[in-house]
Structure formats: structure tokens, C-alpha cells
């Protein structure tokens, strides 16, 4: 049963063009949402994050918004550029989970910003 | 910075082998981690500790147990390795919940196991 969801497997945006990562949750009691970038034979790293409680959140080139009621939500990276090849997990935080960050993430989305 | 330090980058084992993993984080972090990652299917949380001595499951335990003696160390143990256990495991760390970073999981750089 996959909790958190990123349909497109993959996307390829053009240099300076904006790219729109999308990811669907199914479980109500998630209440924070966190995006990952993971490079080739290195671990992920935490990119952005936002709260239940807002609906959008942005950081530099990175805005991600939350439609709660349609359990939605997305990663605007504008402009695009070719470091910003990866993939990017969509992750999200039940409010039940105590003291242990513990974190549902999704099947991820291959990024290529190409020249 | 934080640095989560996972032992080997690539593992080849055979099947029915005791497999060690073992992940060592140097920022004091309360809560520890084990993932596997595999295509398709995202990053899947195996076990977890959020002190020395204490584990609980993840939503794919089966197969697998962990070790926590230390604040720093936490192992993953593959019993009896088997060929559907080859994936790319990744350790993560983060602190406790109600300090401002409480929700940003360190992950090591992945050790790729390979069960032949």
C-alpha cells in the first residue's frame, strides 16, 4: 500500500524552464511533508519542507505548495538548472509517530535539466 | 557538518551468508535508521532506534534484525541472506523530536549489497 505517491517517474525540463515535481498522499494524518535529492552513489539530502498547517514554503529556487484537501502536493524549481539532476523523493510525517522522525517516502522522480 | 558514515559502498554475499551492515553517525543524534531502496518502490524503512538498546520495526522487517549498543553505531543484520535482499540499504540519523531539525533525516551514502 503506497502511502505517498510520485506517479511521473520521470521529467526532463529545459535549462531556465521551471520544473513541477508532483506528489499524491493517501493518509490523513500525515502532517509534515519533506522533499529529498538524491545524486547518484550519495545518500539523500534534505531539500525543503513544509507543514500541514501552511500551504506553501519556499527556499531560493524551491517552492513547494500542500493542497491538503486534495492531498496534493508539488515542487517548483525555477529557473531550472543542470545541477539540479536527480531524483527527488517526496516524503511525508504521520502526527502519531512519537519521538522517531519516521518518514514515508515515495517511488521518487528522475530529474534531467537538459542544456 | 553531519556525517553519517556507513562501512562498505558495495557488498557481494552469497546466499544463506550472516550479513553485517554497519552505520555510525558522529552527531549525537538520538534516532538512527536503516532503508533499502530498490526501483520502482521508493525508499522503505526497515528498522529504527530512537535510543541504545531500543528498535522497532519498520514496514519491512521480515528478514532482517538490528543492533543499537552504542549511541553512534546502529548495525543491520541480514540472518540468512537471501537473493531478493540485494538493494541498496542506506543509514540515516536525526535528533530528537522537539528540537528545530527534529523532522530532517542525515542519510550515509548507501552501501549497494549484491546476493548472489
Known amino acids: 500500500d503506497q502511502q505517498v505517491k510520485q506517479n511521473s517517474p520521470s521529467l526532463s525540463v529545459q535549462e531556465g524552464r521551471i520544473s513541477i515535481l508532483n506528489c499524491d498522499y493517501t493518509?490523513?494524518?500525515?502532517?509534515?511533508f519533506l522533499w529529498y535529492k538524491k545524486y547518484p552513489a550519495e545518500g539523500p539530502t534534505f531539500l525543503i519542507s513544509?507543514?500541514?498547517?501552511?500551504d506553501k514554503n519556499e527556499d531560493g529556487r524551491f517552492t513547494v505548495f500542500l493542497n491538503k484537501s486534495a492531498k496534493h502536493l508539488s515542487l517548483h524549481i525555477v529557473p531550472s538548472q543542470p545541477g539540479d539532476s536527480a531524483v527527488y523523493f517526496c516524503?511525508?510525517?504521520?502526527?502519531?509517530?512519537?519521538?522517531?522522525?519516521?518518514?514515508?517516502f515515495g517511488t521518487g522522480t528522475r530529474l534531467q535539466v537538459t542544456l | 557538518d553531519v556525517k553519517v558514515t556507513q562501512s562498505s559502498r558495495y557488498l557481494v554475499k552469497r546466499t544463506g551468508e550472516k550479513v553485517f551492515l554497519e552505520c555510525v553517525q558522529d552527531?549525537?543524534?538520538?534516532?538512527m535508521f536503516w532503508y533499502r531502496q530498490d526501483p520502482g518502490l521508493g525508499l522503505r524503512l526497515i528498522y529504527f532506534?530512537?535510543?541504545?538498546?531500543?528498535?522497532e520495526k519498520g514496514d519491512i522487517p521480515e528478514g532482517y534484525s538490528v543492533s543499537r549498543e552504542k549511541k553512534e553505531r546502529f548495525s543491520l543484520i541480514l540472518e540468512s541472506a537471501s537473493t531478493n535482499q540485494t538493494s541498496m540499504y542506506l543509514c540515516?540519523?536525526?535528533?530528537?523530536?522537539?528540537?528545530?531539525?527534529?523532522?530532517?533525516?542525515?542519510f550515509g551514502s548507501g552501501t549497494q549489497l549484491s546476493v548472489l
Open positions: 540515516a540519523s536525526s535528533p530528537v523530536a522537539g528540537k528545530r531539525t527534529n523532522e530532517k533525516l542525515f
Open positions: 493518509n490523513s494524518m500525515f502532517d509534515y
Open positions: 513544509i507543514s500541514s498547517i501552511k
Open positions: 516524503a511525508a510525517k504521520r502526527a502519531d509517530t512519537g519521538t522517531a522522525s519516521k518518514l514515508t
Open positions: 552527531m549525537d543524534h538520538e534516532n
Open positions: 532506534s530512537y535510543d541504545v538498546k531500543m528498535k
